[in-house]
């Protein structure tokens, strides 16, 4: 009889052990051409959002740029205020990227790589041109420096001019970019850690001997990436460089400035011939930036 009820005995068992344990649920497989079509559709609706907010405008302000032809293209964008504009900008650009560049550098050096009092400070005064108007921006500089300002009848008594003037340009391109090279290298810097430098200073190395070998080379990619975006949106600063401008023609007007002066005074088409050279210049700031996210993963790889 025990023969017999055995089997049954060990079936109840194995029932019984299998009671404890998750029960697995059949799934169904979706076949691999159906499974892509969420994305394929997403991709769609990216693409065709894209098409018509900016390649669309973006080959507006083209074809209309041509629409004159090259010779008129030419002469719009090679007459004296232009060139001027033009020339202003450059200048701009070189003094404030340069000078965030250092101060961008210095910044992420010490929030990464130092603990101090005042870091929580430090950052948030970093962020504060992402958080105040471009034109709120140059109204305090007009506050502080203008003639009715602070420190303007100062200024006036020693013949200093900052407002309506090409110092004051320089100072508000520098506002609204400084935080590009800093926020492009914090979160960077911060992911790496301290232990190189670390190590470094137990071998005995000075502070530039650790910047120049160790820090330098570790975030030269992501400091390129900072200087494009800050070099980009220097050259396309329109809010706060209008407000401390003064719009003097051929003086203090940045290449923004004559685009939408041409444009006031209805001539389209040299309007869109100078903004063609600011939408170029955006083009080749998204070719470099593409080339060196790419030649940084094949450097990971």
Known sequence: ??????????????????????????????????????????????????????????????????????????????????????????????????????FGVAAAWAVAKFDFRGKALLITLIDLPFS???????????????LQGWFGPWLAAHDIKLI???????????????????RELIPLMQAQGREE?????????NGWQIFSRITLPNIRWGLLYGVILCNARAMGEFGAVSVVSGHIRGLTNTLPLHVE?????????????????????????????SLIEAHHLKEDV
Not at 18 to 37: I, K, M, T
Not at 167 to 172: C, D, K, N, T
Not at 262 to 286: D, G, I, K
Request: charged share 10%; aromatic share 10%.
């Open 1 to 102: 009889m025990s023969a017999i009820l055995e089997p049954y005995a060990k079936g109840a068992a194995v029932a019984r052990a299998d009671e404890g344990a998750p029960r697995r649920v059949p799934v169904r497989r979706q076949s691999l051409q159906h499974s892509q079509v969420g994305p394929v559709l997403l991709a769609g609706i990216a693409f065709v959002y894209l098409g018509l907010v900016l390649l669309v405008p973006l080959a507006a302000v083209f074809v209309e740029a041509l629409r004159k032809g090259a010779e008129y293209y030419w002469n719009s964008i090679n007459e004296p205020d232009a060139r001027a504009a033009i020339e202003l900008t450059f200048l701009a650009a070189g003094v404030a990227v340069p000078l965030n560049l250092v």
């Open 164 to 182: 309506f003037a090409v110092p004051g340009i320089v100072l508000a391109t520098i506002f609204v970019t400084f935080p590009f090279v800093a």
């Open 197 to 205: 430098e670390e190590a470094a200073v137990v071998l005995g190395a």
């Open 132 to 146: 105040v108007s471009p034109v709120v921006a140059g109204l305090i500089y007009v506050l502080v420096f203008g």
């Open 261 to 289: 002066i041409l444009y006031n005074e209805y001539n389209s088409a040299a309007a869109f011939a100078c903004a063609s050279l600011l939408a170029l210049l955006a083009l080749v700031t998204l070719a470099i930036k």
